[in-house]
């Protein structure tokens, strides 16, 4: 059964913190994404990876950065977290190349940032 | 990537076969019609997908018109567990394909 995994389903942390989320695939899949969801907005694109230690920003990617050293694994970095980014944060992965292309999705980690 | 247009929610009744259109007026030549159902607290799944006419899985029908500027996700005889969120997508299903999600389409299925 193929997965995407992610580290936690809830987290709380204080404001000014660094946060970490991480997301593993065990698909080997190229492709890994980071989106966050708030109600009424739908998901949001933040970051997305094509490839090892390569990187593109998304629709939203102020105050997130990212990181993939190994093609399973994807991880987002709050470098300093503010009650704004307080949200539902779901990774997801897909294969390169393919014509009809599936995303598999995480549980999703909601984040609070008190 | 072509926009798509879907209502913000709707309701049915269990047992009853539920409709959902989108609107994707841009749709290039090269793009697949890719829908997803999410639950609450949970990430999108993928239910079906298709690119012309008509596409069944054990889940749901998925019917696209000759000029593909819509399609329809239907799903026979619902029940309650079938209340989600569901979302429309197109795209070229290539490579450097991105999933756009719109804000999808509540539906509420009532006892």
């Known amino acids: 059964d193929v997965k995407v995994t992610q580290s936690s389903r809830y987290l709380v942390k204080r404001t000014g913190e660094k946060v970490f989320l991480e997301c593993v695939q065990d698909?080997?899949?190229?492709?890994m994404f980071w989106y966050r969801q708030d109600p009424g907005l739908g998901l949001r694109l933040i970051y997305f990876?094509?490839?090892?230690?390569?990187?593109e920003k998304g629709d939203i990617p102020e105050g997130y950065s990212v990181s993939r050293e190994k093609k399973e694994r994807f991880s987002l970095i709050l470098e300093s977290a503010s009650t704004n980014q307080t949200s539902m944060y779901l990774c997801?992965?897909?294969?390169?190349?393919?014509?009809?292309?599936?995303?598999?999705f995480g549980q999703g980690t909601r984040l609070t940032v008190v | 990537l072509a926009k798509t247009t879907q209502p913000i929610s709707m309701d049915s009744y269990e047992g009853q076969e539920v409709n959902i259109t989108c609107s994707h007026n841009?749709?290039?030549?090269?793009?697949?019609i890719t829908w997803y159902q999410q639950f609450p607290s949970q990430g999108p799944r993928f239910i079906i997908q298709?690119?012309?006419t008509k596409v069944t899985n054990e889940v749901a029908s998925l019917f696209i018109p000759a000029d593909r500027k819509s399609s329809t996700l239907s799903l026979p005889r619902v029940s309650l567990s079938d209340t989600a969120v569901y979302y429309c997508?197109?795209?070229?299903?290539?490579?450097?394909?991105?999933?756009?999600f719109g804000r999808g389409t509540s539906l509420i299925v009532h006892p």
């Open positions: 997508l197109v795209g070229d299903g290539g490579g450097s394909y991105i999933p756009t």
């Open positions: 997801a992965s897909s294969l390169f190349g393919s014509s009809n292309t599936e995303a598999f």
């Open positions: 298709g690119y012309k």
């Open positions: 841009n749709i290039a030549t090269n793009d697949y």
């Open positions: 990876s094509y490839d090892v230690k390569m990187k």
């Open positions: 698909m080997d899949h190229e492709n």
